[in-house]
């Protein structure tokens, strides 16, 4: 009688064990990604412990920030687990989908993600009601705030406006996730408003965190954080507010890319001629390109 240990195995549980392998490290990439987030909105060692049933020094170890960094390096080289064809959109904006799996920290669209998510979150409308105002699905509005879609600029600012925020605060981000970059201001007052609201988005997709922890984080002072976010054109950040490393250190405590800001912050620096002429840059407001609107 053959030895049934020497029969070789069946095609079908070998790839089911390799799916099984290639989501467990899914799961260990999100498990990554879901501590560092918890350290960043101030959660401490002991009581992610608690959560995960491990030791400090092992999660301190497993999930050194040096670490998850390498993780999510390989998970963009390797890609998904199982990639999914996107499926044709059935919502009326029209959009194509530039992913079927939801963004990870670094990737481009996860930022406009994170202030989706936010503004859903602390919006007193519903989401069936924000589908409607937004003119897509409920399940649509899932997507885009878990970052399985991206939307469309029309979504995205009828979107914010269904949530009662400014849409300007979201078009930074919004660019970065369609890999566009925002036109060039006409004036100096154009370029700052548009470093201001860039840093609002980014401030939006930190979940807003509270002045205190952020002036410690990013060894701000009050004013200055104030200053930069401010929504108000009437008092202006100074020259002192607008010097790079001040930029540069929000842009960083907000998660953010600090050389994505870095060009907006160069018009700034460098405004166009029309500064010089006394244009207040109030227009018809940047021009996209068509395919932008889906």
Known sequence: MANNSQRPVPAAPLEML???????????????????????????????????????????????????DKMLKARMERGPARPRKPAVPKNRDGTTPSSAHPLLPGQAGYPLSCALSYLRRTSKTTVGSLAYLTGVSASYIYRITSGERTPTWEVTKRFALACEADPEDLMFLW?????????????????VRTLQAALRGLYLAASSPDLPRLQKTAHLTARAAEALLATSTDAPPT???????????????????????????????????????????????????????G
Request: proline share 8%; glycine share 6%; hydrophobic share 40%.
């Open 18 to 68: 390799q799916i099984c392998v290639a989501l467990r490290r899914d799961l260990d990439d999100i498990t990554a990604v879901a501590v560092r987030q918890a350290l960043a909105d101030g959660a401490i060692w002991k009581d992610i412990a608690k959560v995960v049933g491990a030791a400090e020094s092992t999660l301190k170890t497993n999930y050194s920030l040096e670490r998850v």
């Open 175 to 191: 660019n970065r996730a369609h890999s566009l970059q925002i036109p060039p201001p006409r004036s100096y007052a154009e370029a």
């Open 239 to 293: 020259d002192y507010h607008l010097r790079w490393p001040v930029v540069r250190d929000l842009t960083a405590a907000l998660q953010g890319d600090p050389q994505a800001i870095r060009p907006l912050w160069e018009h700034v620096k460098s405004p166009p001629a029309a500064a010089d002429q006394g244009s207040d840059g109030d227009g018809e407001g940047p021009s996209w390109p068509a395919a932008a609107f």
